[in-house]
């Protein structure tokens, strides 16, 4: 039923061959084992409801108009990443720019003091799963955020609305390092963190 919480039942009550999201979207359960990975799908659908309601109807959309194949096409591809992986920003616009160019030193020194008024928010579940142990290298995929959030469910209803297929099909995200973020890794307090060029790598070429 549209807008009625989702149920978690087992893994096993996924029929064979049935594809994932359909299966969500028809039954309003979500098939879960017991492991990490699904335990913070579960925390994600527990908090941001309403995103997580919407990126499984564009996914069960595209499944009924081109089925389940072995390549899942740009959107649902650009779906999966940002359910898994993804996280929203709002920034000063500084900040997106040096982002979006790469400019490590800019967006983590020379800039350091405008992230006080930034808010990230993490959205992918195996994202937070990887943050359990974690890692330099771990980066999330952002997506920017058009204006300050007070609380999870502006958030949630904000990201609701923005979620569209045309657009979210260009992969509109950006690749952050996040314990690059000034206050979530004691390390970065030393900026020769930023030097590791196999984490921050340069933009490719156009």
Same mark, same amino acid.
């Given at each position: 039923?549209?807008?009625?919480?989702?149920?978690?039942?087992?893994?096993?009550? !996924? #029929?064979?061959?049935?594809?994932?999201?359909?299966? %969500?979207?028809?039954?309003?359960?979500?098939?879960?084992?017991?492991?990490?990975?699904?335990?913070?799908?579960?925390?994600?659908?527990?908090?941001?409801?309403?995103?997580?309601?919407?990126?499984?109807?564009? $996914?069960?959309?595209?499944?009924?108009?081109?089925?389940?194949?072995?390549?899942?096409?740009?959107?649902?591809?650009?779906?999966?990443?940002?359910?898994?992986?993804?996280?929203?920003?709002?920034?000063?616009?500084? !900040?997106?720019?040096?982002?979006?160019?790469?400019?490590?030193?800019?967006?983590?020194?020379?800039?350091?003091?405008?992230?006080? $008024?930034?808010?990230?928010? !993490?959205?992918?579940?195996?994202?937070?799963?990887?943050?359990?142990?974690?890692?330099? #290298? %771990?980066?999330?995929?952002?997506? $920017?955020? $058009?204006?300050?959030?007070?609380?999870?469910?502006?958030?949630?209803?904000?990201?609701?609305?923005?979620?569209?297929?045309?657009?979210?099909?260009?992969?509109?995200?950006? #690749?952050?390092?996040?314990?690059?973020?000034?206050?979530?890794?004691?390390?970065?307090?030393?900026?020769?963190?930023?030097?590791?060029?196999?984490?921050?790598?340069?933009?490719?070429?156009?």
């Amino acid at each position: 039923m549209p807008g009625a919480a989702v149920r978690f039942v087992s893994h096993s009550a !996924l #029929p064979a061959g049935r594809a994932y999201e359909a299966f %969500i979207f028809d039954t309003g359960t979500v098939p879960t084992r017991d492991n990490l990975h699904d335990f913070f799908n579960g925390l994600v659908w527990l908090r941001y409801p309403q995103a997580k309601r919407r990126l499984n109807a564009l $996914q069960a959309e595209a499944i009924a108009q081109t089925g389940v194949g072995a390549v899942r096409g740009p959107l649902r591809d650009a779906i999966t990443l940002f359910d898994e992986n993804g996280a929203v920003l709002f920034s000063p616009a500084p !900040l997106w720019q040096a982002l979006a160019a790469r400019d490590w030193r800019r967006l983590f020194v020379d800039l350091r003091p405008l992230w006080r $008024q930034a808010q990230l928010v !993490l959205f992918g579940h195996a994202l937070l799963e990887k943050l359990e142990a974690p890692r330099k #290298p %771990i980066t999330a995929h952002v997506y $920017q955020a $058009q204006g300050a959030m007070d609380s999870v469910a502006d958030v949630d209803a904000w990201l609701a609305g923005a979620l569209d297929a045309a657009h979210l099909a260009t992969k509109p995200f950006l #690749p952050l390092p996040v314990l690059g973020v000034p206050g979530w890794w004691p390390e970065n307090e030393n900026f020769c963190f930023y030097d590791d060029s196999l984490v921050f790598r340069s933009a490719r070429p156009a």
